[in-house]
Every structure is written in structure tokens, then in C-alpha cells.
Nanobody, 116 residues
Framework: QVQLVESGGGLVQPGGSLRVSCAAS????????MGWYRQAPGKARELVAR???????FHTDSVKGRFTISRDNARNTVHLQMNSLKPEDSAVYYC??????????WGTGTQVTVSS
């Protein structure tokens, strides 16, 4: 059974930094892509950043220059380093993993709140 274990998140002041991580396990298939989405109250879930197994990286425009996605292939783990956080970055952040069999899985989400 596939498990995605998320960690990190929390409360931070504007301008601060946080890192969220997600470790995947339980699949016999290799991971094709790992990413982070976020969903703020009343808004649709949006893709924040994504990294493929051949290191193709995407960051949505609103986080470019502030957020960095990285991946530890040996540990099937993805990290999202978030710097210069703004109140509008507040949301539940969800890990998403796509395996080579075409199946994708979601984490349960971790809250990020940016507030003074």
C-alpha cells in the first residue's frame, strides 16, 4: 500500500522560511514525478512545484525565486524549501507522487500559515 508521509509546515511570520517534505513508500514501481500543490480556503487546488525523475523542474510563477523543489531519489523524498513567505502563501500543502505505472497519489496535507 502506497504511503506518503508529509512533514514540516506550521506558522511563520511574513518573510520567514519553512520547508515541507514528503516521503513515499509502498509501491513496486519507480517514481516518475513528485510535486507539491496547495489549496487555500475557497480556492482551487493549484500546482506549486514539480520535479520529474530526470530532474525537469516546474515552479509556478507566483513562487519563482522564493520556493525551491528538490528530490532525494534514494529516499523517494521530495522537499519544498519556501523562503520569503507571504500571507498569500498560506494554504494546505499537498504532496503528489506519480509512479511509472501511471497511478498518482496524494498526501493528507500539511498546513502552512504565514501571519504576523
Amino acid at each position: 500500500q502506497v504511503q506518503l508521509v508529509e512533514s514540516g509546515g506550521g506558522l511563520v511570520q511574513p518573510g520567514g522560511s519553512l520547508r515541507v517534505s514528503c516521503a513515499a513508500s509502498g509501491s513496486k514501481f519507480s517514481i516518475y514525478a513528485m510535486g507539491w500543490y496547495r489549496q487555500a480556503p475557497g480556492k482551487a487546488r493549484e500546482l506549486v512545484a514539480r520535479i520529474t525523475n530526470d530532474s525537469k523542474i516546474f515552479h509556478t510563477d507566483s513562487v519563482k525565486g522564493r520556493f525551491t523543489i528538490s528530490r532525494d531519489n534514494a529516499r523517494n523524498t521530495v522537499h519544498l524549501q519556501m523562503n520569503s513567505l507571504k500571507p498569500e502563501d498560506s494554504a494546505v500543502y499537498y504532496c503528489n507522487v506519480l509512479f511509472s505505472d501511471g497511478n498518482g497519489y496524494w498526501g493528507t496535507g500539511t498546513q502552512v500559515t504565514v501571519s504576523s
